[in-house]
């Protein structure tokens, strides 16, 4: 109880998601919060809410992602407002390496966030006075609950509430790559964008703190299996420490550079130096990196800016020092021999049975065909005839055995499990129709995925509507048979099938034309095997945004009425073009 005239505090949970500390005097006024959780931001940014800089001190306020998933503790990603005083959010690893900047404010959008101008549901804005700087937002539809966090992944993600699917509905998202983020990836560790788990540890480490590890926690890192035999305190001339060629390889920052003549004197160098982990020499100059390798990231093979990393491991990593048990290891090397010749002609065996296969084809996973990455290299002469290049990866012209026409997709930024992605592919394989691009196999080996798809040797419905100088004019009739298939094929998508499935790319391009002009759906069912969200949407969408259903910029939930939308586009393209006819 308190006495008359007194006050108590009440502490009171918004709806806003602000949990404010008040006075409450007894005469039932309003009074100021005395404390409120959104001058405190953690993980969470909701509207209403600011993430600011403290004019006077120079202080930022930091928007800080979790240590793991399941541990709230700080961890090691924040956003911030810059410091310097500009309107830019930067992102920062430890609060020391920057990774990301939105680029100032002009207004309306961040400089470096185009995609803004698309944007009809946050409503931003910069306030700026003599104490602090900082954004606020609020929405435009008021229905929509929205999240904006910095994740343990170390990007910030926009998300919003889907009621009827009940879960989070990713819109957007920053760095784009995982492998972006610095250091998401620990020490020791290397980053492989298009690969699930992302991280791994390099030849020769294991992770520091299995725990940490598995619940994809790496600030912990991976640690050597074997010492280094300059850490030895009575070291042999016998097993000096090597170094372990690591290609294709973004080489990690903060090497010292050495002015030395050649490769082998950059190898010397870090070999005299006990810390010194790892070298590259690359056009004449050695680098050298000291202590811990931190933010390594693994290129593809044909990403011509990778460099090879040499990386510094004792010798027994090597697997072929000799010792004093020479004669041990001649009998077993000898049987270990003998039993990979057998091995060898067993493999080669089976090869040359599963060569004679392909083309004729090797039926799995119902009716469709798993094919070799070699396969396809072949079919399609190492890749060489593009058709042309879909917002999941390009497309290129095939002859398989029996001299049938294929069209093969690359897929990119497949971030699945080879088990997910043959029961993807699996489901969608299943799903045929008339008015649908028949798929005939995939190829799944290490991080490449492939479809394969029938050839259609008419190409697709964009280049008859809008570059017809080369191709058929087609005419009304022509057009109505066209618009009708699509519909069938659609419709089949959305109804008769045992999961619904919404296409989310409807457009002339994906509509591909046989040789009798009947109209094929393409690329349905990818959507889900890539994951779509809004920035994906985006960056796909290559001056297509005439058939983007408004749904995608609300960041409401997506359905078959999409398609509709962008169908109904699509049918405006027919007629208005048809003018020419
Ligand atoms: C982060 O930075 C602090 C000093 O600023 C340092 O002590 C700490 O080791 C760093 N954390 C990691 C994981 O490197």
Not at 165 to 183: G, K
Not at 239 to 255: G, S, V
Not at 364 to 373: K, R
Not at 481 to 493: E, F, S
Request: glycine share 8%; with cysteine; net charge neutral.
């Amino acid at each position: 109880m308190t006495s008359p005239g007194a006050s108590s505090f009440v502490a009171l949970l918004l709806d806003s998601g602000n949990l404010i500390l008040t006075e409450s005097p007894n005469d039932g006024s309003a009074s100021e919060s005395l404390w409120q959780s959104f001058d405190h931001p953690i993980d969470t940014w909701l509207p209403g809410g600011k993430i600011k800089l403290d004019k006077k001190t120079k202080q930022p306020q930091y928007l800080t992602s979790w240590k793991n998933k399941e541990n709230p503790a700080t961890g090691l990603f924040s956003l911030e407002l810059d410091p310097k005083g500009t309107t830019s959010y930067l992102i920062l690893w430890n609060k020391s390496e920057e990774y990301w900047r939105s680029g100032p404010w002009d207004g309306h959008i961040f400089s470096l966030v185009p995609e803004m101008r698309l944007n009809y549901i946050y409503n931003f804005s910069f306030v700026s006075n003599e104490n602090e700087s900082y954004f606020t937002y609020s929405m435009y539809n008021s229905s929509i609950i929205p999240r904006f966090v910095m994740d343990v992944s170390g990007q910030i993600k926009q998300l919003s509430w889907l009621e009827n699917a009940l879960q989070w509905n990713l819109f957007w998202s920053q760095p784009r790559q995982q492998c972006e983020v610095y250091a998401f990836c620990g020490a020791f560790e290397r980053c492989t964008e298009n690969s699930m788990p992302y991280c791994s540890c390099l030849t020769g480490f294991e992770p520091k703190s299995l725990p940490d590890w598995n619940l994809e926690d790496h600030s912990s890192g991976c640690e050597r299996k074997k010492t280094l035999q300059c850490e030895n305190s009575n070291p042999s001339k016998e097993d000096k420490d090597r170094f372990l060629a690591i290609p294709n390889m973004a080489l990690p920052k903060h090497a010292e550079s050495v002015g030395v003549g050649n490769a082998g004197e950059c190898e010397s160098t870090c070999l005299r130096n006990c810390s010194c982990t790892a070298y590259a020499y690359v056009s004449n100059v050695c680098s050298i990196w000291i202590g811990t390798l931190l933010n390594l990231r693994q290129l593809s093979s044909d990403d011509s800016s990778g460099q090879t990393l040499y990386l510094k491991l004792a010798a027994s990593e090597f697997h072929d020092d000799e010792n004093s048990n020479l004669n041990i290891i001649r009998v077993v090397s000898g049987v270990v021999v003998g039993i990979l010749i057998l091995l060898a002609l067993l493999l080669l065996f089976l090869i040359s049975r599963r060569r004679r296969m392909v083309g004729a084809g090797k039926p799995v996973e119902g009716s469709l065909v798993a094919f070799g990455y070699r396969d396809l290299h072949n079919s399609t002469r190492n890749f060489s005839e593009k058709l042309g290049g879909g917002g999941f990866g390009s497309v290129f012209k095939g002859t398989l055995g029996d001299s049938s026409l294929v069209a093969v997709k690359k897929l990119e930024s497949i971030s699945q499990g080879e088990k997910q992605f043959r029961t993807e592919v699996s489901t969608i394989g299943t799903v045929q129709h008339v008015n649908l691009v028949r798929l005939r196999g995939f190829c799944s080996e290490g991080t490449r995925r492939l479809l394969v798809y029938d050839y259609m040797p008419n190409g697709s419905l964009d280049f008859h509507l809008f570059q017809n100088k080369n191709y058929k004019v087609l005419d009304w009739k022509m057009r109505y048979q066209i618009a009708l298939g699509t519909a069938r094929g659609l419709a089949y998508l959305h109804e008769k099938c045992r999961d619904c499935i919404v296409h989310c790319d409807i457009k002339p391009e994906n509509i591909l034309l046989d040789a009798d002009y009947c109209p094929k759906v393409a690329d349905f069912g990818l959507a889900k095997l890539v994951g779509r969200d809004f920035s994906r949407v985006l960056t796909t969408m290559r001056g297509t945004r005439g058939y983007l259903a408004p749904e995608w910029i609300a960041g409401v939930a997506i359905t078959a009425k999409a398609d509709v939308y962008s169908y109904g586009m699509m049918l405006f393209k027919c007629l208005l073009t048809a003018r020419r006819v």
